[in-house]
C-alpha cells in the first residue's frame, strides 16, 4: 500500500509538472539540484494565485494530490499549514485534531487518544495531531472537511511532511512558490518538545534552509526559491524574521479573535502604530476578506475599511483568504459567480495575491483577463 502510494504520488506529481509546462510539455523533469535556469519563472506581473491547502476545493486538503493538481492548474504558491507531531517532525495539516480532515475515528487502535486540551481560549476535544508520531499519522488517510465537496478521493492519501511539500515545489518543472504557516505556535511549543531545546519556529526555519530558502524577496536568491512564510502570531514572526531573509506575513483574523500568543485585539493589530511595527519584520498582511470588506446581515458587501490603504501606504502587500467557488461562500453582489468576486478584489480593491481553493478557477480569470498589476 505505501509503495503503491510513493509510485502513484511520483505519477501525480510528474503529469501535474509536465501539464503545468504547457507548451514546453516534453522538457525533462528537474529536481532539487537541477537546471534551475530552464525553468520557467514565477509570474510577477500579477497578484499571486496562491493555492490554499492545494486545490482543495477538488481534492482532500493539504495531500500530495492536492498539491500536483493545484500545480497542474497553474497556482503560483502552494500553501500549507505546518504542525508538529508527537516526536518533533513537521507535517502539513491544518487543525489541531485529526477528526474533520482524516479516518482516525475509524481507527480501533487509536481509540484511546481522544482527549481534551486547551486550544487557543477554548477547550477542544479530538484526536490531537500532537499526541501521535509521525508513523502513525501516516497509516491515517485524509478526507475532504465539507460534505458538499467530492469524496470520491477521501481514504487514499497520506498525511505528508513538510519536507515533503517542499519536494513537490521544487520537482515542478517550472519555479513554484511555496506558503507556508507556523500553525499554532503556541499549541505545538506547548505539546512538543525537541531533544536540542529547539522550538517550533526553530524547526521549521530550519527546514526551509536545509532545502535552500532565504533571500529577500525578488532578490535572485528568493525567485530561486519563492517562499512567503505566514503566521497569526506576532511573537512567532519576529522571531522567524531573526532566523531568515525570507519575506513573512502577517495573518489576521476575524474581528472577533484574539491573537493566540499576545492576546491583541483586531483593532489592536490593525492600528496604523502597529502596523509601523510589523512592517520592520514583515512584507506583506493576509487578512481574512470579511475584515476587509465586512458582509451586510443579508449577504451583500458593506463598505470597505481602509485596512488595504494603511497596508500599501507601508509598503505591505495584501494576499487575503479565502477564495471559493460554492454559492454558500459567494456575496450577492457577485451574483453567484466567483469571477465576479475575483475582478472585484483584483482590479477594485486591487490585492497583491489571493488564497483560493480554487485556484483552477482563478488561473483561467487571471488569463482570460490578463489584467496585470504592474
Ligand atoms: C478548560 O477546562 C478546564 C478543566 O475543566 C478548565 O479549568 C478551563 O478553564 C477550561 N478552559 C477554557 C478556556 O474554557
Ligand atoms: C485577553 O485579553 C482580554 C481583553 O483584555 C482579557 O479579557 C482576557 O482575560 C485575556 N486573556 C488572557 C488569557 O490573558
Known amino acids: 500500500m505505501a509503495y503503491l502510494w510513493a509510485k502513484m504520488t511520483a505519477l501525480l506529481v510528474a503529469v501535474a509538472a509536465l501539464a503545468a509546462g504547457g507548451g514546453a510539455a516534453a522538457r525533462p523533469l528537474v529536481g532539487a539540484g537541477g537546471a534551475w535556469e530552464d525553468r520557467a519563472p514565477l509570474q510577477t506581473s500579477r497578484p499571486f494565485n496562491?493555492?490554499?491547502?492545494?486545490?482543495?476545493?477538488e481534492l482532500p486538503e493539504e495531500t500530495a494530490a492536492a498539491y500536483a493538481r493545484a500545480i497542474d492548474e497553474g497556482a503560483d504558491f502552494i500553501e500549507a499549514d505546518v504542525e508538529a507531531t508527537k516526536d518533533g517532525h513537521l507535517v502539513c495539516f491544518?487543525?489541531?485534531t485529526l477528526d474533520d480532515t482524516t479516518d482516525v475515528a475509524d481507527r480501533p487502535e487509536f481509540a484511546g487518544r481522544r482527549r481534551t486540551l486547551e486550544v487557543q481560549w477554548a477547550n477542544v476535544t479530538g484526536y490531537f495531531i500532537?499526541?501521535?508520531?509521525?508513523?502513525?499519522?501516516?497509516?491515517?488517510?485524509?478526507?475532504?472537511?465539507?460534505?458538499?465537496?467530492?469524496?470520491s478521493h477521501n481514504g487514499f492519501s497520506p498525511i505528508i511532511t513538510f519536507e515533503e511539500f517542499i519536494n513537490i515545489a521544487l520537482s515542478a518543472n517550472r519555479v513554484v512558490g511555496i506558503y507556508p504557516e507556523m500553525k499554532n505556535p503556541v499549541f505545538m511549543n506547548k505539546h512538543v518538545r525537541w531533544a536540542d531545546g529547539k522550538k517550533y519556529e526553530d524547526k521549521f526555519i530550519a527546514t526551509l534552509k536545509k532545502y535552500g530558502y532565504g533571500g529577500r524577496y525578488l532578490s535572485p536568491a528568493w525567485r530561486a526559491r519563492p517562499v512567503f512564510v505566514q503566521s497569526f502570531a506576532p511573537t512567532s514572526l519576529v522571531r522567524a524574521a531573526g532566523l531568515t531573509d525570507s519575506p513573512l506575513v502577517f495573518l489576521i483574523d476575524d474581528v472577533a479573535v484574539r491573537t493566540e500568543d499576545t492576546n491583541q485585539s483586531y483593532d489592536d493589530i490593525t492600528s496604523g502604530e502597529y502596523l509601523d511595527y510589523m512592517k520592520k519584520y514583515v512584507v506583506g498582511i493576509g487578512p481574512w476578506k470579511d475584515t476587509v470588506v465586512p458582509p451586510t446581515k443579508d449577504n451583500r458587501l458593506a463598505t470597505p475599511t481602509d485596512l488595504v490603504a494603511m497596508a500599501h501606504a507601508r509598503g505591505l502587500q495584501v494576499h487575503p483568504y479565502t477564495y471559493r467557488n460554492e454559492n454558500k461562500f459567494l456575496h450577492f453582489n457577485f451574483r453567484q459567480d466567483p469571477y465576479a468576486e475575483y475582478d472585484y478584489w483584483i482590479n477594485g480593491v486591487g490585492v497583491d495575491g489571493l488564497f483560493t481553493d480554487f485556484p483552477a478557477s482563478l488561473r483561467r480569470f487571471q488569463e482570460w483577463t490578463t489584467k496585470k498589476k504592474d
Request: charged residues 35%.
Open 130 to 151: 500532537t499526541d501521535f508520531t509521525l508513523a502513525e499519522l501516516k497509516t491515517l488517510r485524509a478526507k475532504q472537511r465539507w460534505d458538499f465537496r467530492d469524496k
Open 94 to 96: 491544518h487543525d489541531t
Open 50 to 57: 496562491i493555492a490554499h491547502r492545494g486545490s482543495n476545493g
